[in-house]
């Protein structure tokens, strides 16, 4: 983690700061107080496995905060940060990000202390499936109890590895494929599961620039068209999002900042597919030819730009660099950016903090659809794509022969006919739920934070909204 300074507080004390901050605006009785709080259960594992010509160690974790929806739901990492405090942060974040975006689930996290550039892909299979095979006996990866996704370090391959790993120990679950989300589509995913947090950040940000006095808040007018982006991390989540951005909204990313040190290009912006190519490529950022290369990756945080968008590691916006950063408006694509002290200091700056349990929840809203269309187990859109077709050719079929009659009075365009005949399919319908519930959840803590003169920052409204639907549900088991 990268906090500079010895006074600041762990991660999980980060989150647990910041949730006392909005609990202590809500009404609620202390002991139900505490045991939304509270992480349930973390579970650590130490497994070996044999690995050239020796037996390797690995220490694991999954941590479960809160159970009252199940299955709980969340990430798995392989990171060489992972640690007990780590996971029991980012699995509170995952309840309340559940809760915000209202998808039916408790917050769970799971972590592999590993570096998994240093193993070639056959060990790294062996790894993964020896820490599912133990998280699966102990009903840790569980379609019905807990369904672990990607997060740092892992992606696509590790949660096929993992979802077939579940499904050779339970050979008659007919449901074994919901045991785990962000599967590639051949084992069981869904279309836009891999851009979906990329995605989601966009879509976030569409929604905050469509409400002017939310914008004037940040000091900013106008929409995203040419909006001076500085992007942190260009991993799934970050590239894809400076992606869209930049080719979908006009956005200008003039910053892009990796672990080798970060590109700067203030005049023209840099080409994210370029860069991504070249980081692909040489491993870094270094030697890239069409910007100024900085050693000090962490110094490009503090430039002037429009948007600021944390998409790497936690704490890397601390008590040690807040005062320098210059950005209005911060979307927290990572989870856990910045923390609570430095939070403190950029409120009072005037910057306005898209909160990451809102920013980054494209990623769990999207296994959300995966995982019912697992359970369901049929594609979305399979049954009514051709019968919506067929209705929409029956009304231009109409229309061109009224216009005939008429003498061809009018014609309707070749692209409006293309666009208005084609029928959704599975990937048009997760991108629209998608945009529906990031406009949705936005709404949601958009209201408390207007609504209200105790609440001035979205961070706490989503608190406030997160922990009332948290609170509401335990109620209702008769807590
Ligand atoms: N790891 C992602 C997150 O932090 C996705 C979790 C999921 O899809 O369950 O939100």
């Known amino acids: 983690m990268a906090t500079s300074s010895p006074i600041e507080p762990s991660f999980r004390e980060s989150v647990d700061l910041m949730f006392n901050r909005a609990v202590a605006l809500m009404d609620l009785p202390p002991g139900l107080v505490e045991k939304i709080r509270v992480c349930n259960a973390t579970y650590t594992v130490r497994f070996g496995v044999r690995l050239r010509g020796d ?82 006996k102990r009903d840790l990866i569980h379609p019905s109890q807990n369904v672990p996704a990607p997060d740092m370090g892992t992606g696509e391959r590790e949660m096929a590895w993992m979802a077939d790993q579940y499904a050779r120990m339970n050979t008659t679950d007919i449901n074994a ?58 991993g799934n989540v970050g590239y894809h999002a400076a992606k869209f951005l930049s080719d979908e909204d006009g956005a200008k990313v003039i910053g892009i900042i990796e672990r080798d040190g970060a590109l700067f290009n203030a005049e023209d912006g840099l080409d994210v597919d370029d860069v991504f190519q070249w980081l692909r490529a040489n491993g870094g950022v270094k030697g890239y030819p069409k910007a100024t290369y900085v050693e000090n990756g962490a110094a490009v945080l503090e430039e002037a730009c429009d948007i600021l968008v944390p998409a790497a590691l936690e704490g890397v916006i601390n008590l040690g660099n807040a005062e320098r950063i210059q950005a ?88 409006f006919k293309a666009k208005y005949l084609r029928g959704a399919g599975e990937l048009e319908l997760v991108r629209s739920g998608l945009d529906d519930t990031m406009r949705t959840a936005y709404q949601s803590m958009r209201e408390v934070w207007h609504s209200r003169d105790d609440v001035t920052d979205l961070r706490t409204a989503a608190y406030l909204v997160s922990i009332d639907r948290v609170a509401q549900s335990y109620r209702a088991k008769g807590l």
């Not at 940000?205 to 982006?229: C, H, I, M």
């Not at 919506?388 to 109409?398: C, K, N, P, T, Y």
């Open 177 to 234: 494929k919901a045991c785990v989300t962000g599967k590639p589509l051949n084992a069981g995913g869904i279309h836009g599961r891999v851009e979906a947090t990329g995605r989601g950040v966009q879509y976030a940000l569409r929604e905050f620039f469509r409400n002017p006095e939310d914008v004037a808040a940040a000091g900013l007018s106008g929409s995203l068209d040419g909006k001076r982006v500085i992007v942190q991390g260009l």
């Open 328 to 415: 209005p408006l911060i979307i927290e694509a990572a989870n856990g950016p910045v923390t609570a002290g430095a939070d403190e200091i950029l409120r009072k700056k005037g910057c306005v903090i898209i909160p990451d349990m809102y920013a980054n929840a494209g990623g769990v809203t999207v296994s959300y659809f995966e995982w019912v269309k697992n359970l369901s187990h049929i594609r979305f859109g399979r049954m009514q794509r051709r019968q919506e077709e067929a209705r929409h050719q029956l009304v231009v079929d109409e229309l061109e022969a009224l216009s005939d009659s008429m003498g061809n009075a009018w014609s309707l365009s070749p692209s």
């Open 55 to 136: 037996i390797k160690t690995f220490v694991g974790y999954r941590s479960v905060h809160s159970e009252h929806m199940e299955p709980v739901k969340g990430g798995i990492r392989f990171s060489m940060g992972v640690n007990q405090d780590e996971v029991e942060a980012l699995a509170a974040l995952m309840t309340y990000k559940c809760a915000l975006v209202e998808t039916p689930f408790g917050g769970s996290k799971g972590g592999l202390c590993i570096d998994p550039r240093e193993y070639e892909e056959h060990e790294l299979e062996r790894i993964t499936r020896r820490f599912a095979y133990e998280l699966a």
